[in-house]
């Protein structure tokens, strides 16, 4: 599979690795210095587009490679209220698109037991749930793609009308942490009186999430629509 990689910092290296040891081509990479490339005729013969760049230019990149008719898988966050806007775009073109604000494996594994979580504790509203994320002090968006995606899954269930970085009365509050180099942690909590109920995902490094986006790159050749990593591993 020939893949296109638009964003070419530490995750697009440690993904264009994942690729080649699972037998695929880096056809072109796409960064700050080249963006004009997205229009070559290079970067449309790729079988799929990844997308790891940041909150400011990725919807241009996504709805200029659909528009190409290269499949997208996207993992850049922070720019979630054009999301609907890319999913039409998909749509009319008539090609592929993945975005999850978590590419890992294991993290798409922790939404999906925050998910049948929250589904248990709407029974027992003496419980207040609650949202930690810690990240690398890089990290441009706070609260984090993930935090915002376990923060709606929770709404879903629990009667509170939002989540907020702040301690909001009727809000689900998200602390948002930067320090050092941490690749990510979050955690989800449910405190009463009693006891604390909580769960928690650690990344040890990128590969995780390098290793997701290649995986769904894997899975959207060939496909049409939008997909999230629930379809790709089979979570629905």
Request: aromatic fraction near 8%.
């Amino acid at each position: 599979m020939k893949i296109a990689l638009i964003g070419y910092g530490k995750m697009g290296r440690t993904i264009e690795g994942f690729a080649v040891r699972r037998g695929h081509s880096v056809t072109i990479r796409i960064d700050k210095d080249n963006t004009e490339d997205i229009y070559s005729e290079l970067f449309k013969s790729s079988d799929v587009a990844i997308e790891f760049s940041c909150p400011e230019t990725a919807f241009h990149n996504v709805s200029t490679a659909l528009k190409s008719g290269v499949p997208v898988v996207c993992g850049t966050t922070g720019w979630i209220d054009k999301l609907e806007e890319a999913k039409r775009l998909c749509n009319e073109q008539k090609t592929g698109f993945i975005y999850s604000s978590n590419f890992s494996l294991g993290v798409n594994i922790f939404f999906h037991i925050n998910r049948k979580l929250a589904e248990i504790m709407k029974q027992y509203p003496d419980y207040v749930p609650t949202i930690e994320e810690i990240h690398h002090i890089h990290k441009k968006d706070a609260p984090s793609g993930t935090a915002i995606t376990l923060a709606e899954d929770v709404l879903s269930h629990i009667g509170l009308k939002k989540w907020s970085l702040e301690k909001e009365e009727n809000s689900l509050h998200i602390s948002a942490v930067r320090e050092g180099e941490v690749p990510g942690t979050h955690s989800v909590s449910y405190e009463n009186s009693i006891d604390i109920i909580k769960i928690s995902h650690e990344a040890k490094s990128r590969d995780g999430f390098a290793l997701g986006a290649v995986i769904a790159a894997e899975f959207i050749k060939d496909r049409l629509g939008f997909f999230t990593m629930k379809e790709v591993l089979g979570l629905v």
